[in-house]
């Protein structure tokens, strides 16, 4: 079928990208859903850093690319074969940037470790089932993260969804998605705070606000999403953000610069930049006996200074935690079910809704640092 998608060209392009244009909105060729996947009529994508990092080249993937991994729609089609466990035409899915095959050693880690053969289909731009779906003029076009989601239909490996109730709006999914899941399953499943523990996120981008609002969830709880823990505090250099955090209910909020000077330490600090000046804030910032979660993804060469004395003698712990060490048909109907009873309002990190022609403009404001979450519907 043709279908209309948003396709990287070229990466590295200088900015301002709504001038050099390194994506363009072109027409494409999708095949048919093989064995084990199926056919989505795109609703939402969220922009994510994980989709500029492949603009500015910060993570290099192989080109043309159709982008967008954050994405929500509605389930048309099935490929040959039995219909996937728990799925059926016409449901709501969320997508996950990180399809598990649910049988290699890192699938039996409970979400602590990457799927082996996810990670390798995402490198090559493939599916997790092998090969490509999509085509201009019969040449490939490569997949991003096993999604590209910025179109408006994609062939996508059942592994890679998870069915949410038609109640969920279409945004509200696709957030749930990536910057839930990741920053949110980040703190829950690594950071693990403890009853009465202070939280610190460092970075407060849609990711880092998804932790803040889960952390939130935490703190005004009955208990029901985990352990009542204490102040939640946000670090950011930008006053909008700030802004948004106090608005959400953070006690307060720094600038990293404010909060070096303040003393201030929390036994769970997660970082959700994905900078290394970030990552050094949230490890000086981490408690006795604390731990650090990083789930920022920082440009390769980047490097960051720390004290190894300050881990030894204080007994604390630096954590690494892709997708927030998540298992996203387990982690996100739990997000789901926060949003639908009011403790977790992913609706409020959406900064606004643009057409996908406006792409290039939205990589601009997402570089800058002057939007949470954009979407764009379809």
Known sequence: MRIRGAVLEEIGRA???????????????????????????????????SDLSVVDGNRVRPVPMLLGHEAAGIVEEFGPGPTPEGLAIGDRVAMAFLPR???????????????????????????????????????????????????THAVIDARSVTRVGLDIPPEVAAVLGCAVLTGGGGLLNAGQPAEGDDVIVVGLGGVGMAALITALALRDGDGSVGPKIGRVIGVNRQLAKRELALELGADAVYTMEE????????????????????????????????????????????????????????????????????????????????????????????????????????????????????????
């Not at 076009?141 to 096993?146: A, E, K, R």
């Not at 981490?286 to 440009?299: E, N």
């Not at 720390?306 to 954590?319: D, F």
């Open 15 to 49: 900015r301002p990208y709504a001038e050099t244009r390194p994506i363009s909105v072109a027409e494409l060729d999708l095949a048919a859903p093989g064995p084990g996947e199926l056919l989505v009529r795109i609703e939402a994508a969220g922009l994510c850093h």
């Open 101 to 151: 095959c649910g049988e290699c050693a890192n699938c039996r880690t409970n979400g602590k470790l990457p799927c082996t053969p996810g990670s390798v289909a995402n490198e090559a731009g493939e599916l997790l089932g092998g090969g490509r779906r999509l085509s201009r003029d019969g040449a490939p076009v490569q997949h991003h993260l096993g999604v590209s989601g910025f179109a």
């Open 259 to 378: 909060l070096a000077d303040s003393g201030v330490r929390a036994p769970v600090v997660i970082e959700c930049a994905g900078h290394a000046r970030a990552f050094e804030t949230a490890v000086a910032a981490t408690g006795v006996g604390g731990r650090t979660i990083t789930v920022g993804l920082p440009s390769p060469q980047a490097l960051a200074q720390i004290s190894p004395l300050g881990l030894t003698a204080e007994a604390r712990t630096i954590v690494g935690s892709y997708l927030g060490s998540a298992v996203p048909q387990r982690d996100i109907p739990k997000f789901a079910e926060l949003w639908r009873t009011g403790v977790l309002p992913v609706h409020k990190l959406i900064s606004g809704e643009l057409p996908l022609e406006r792409i290039n403009e939205a990589m601009d404001a997402l570089a800058d640092g002057t939007a949470v979450r954009q979407i764009i519907r379809f």
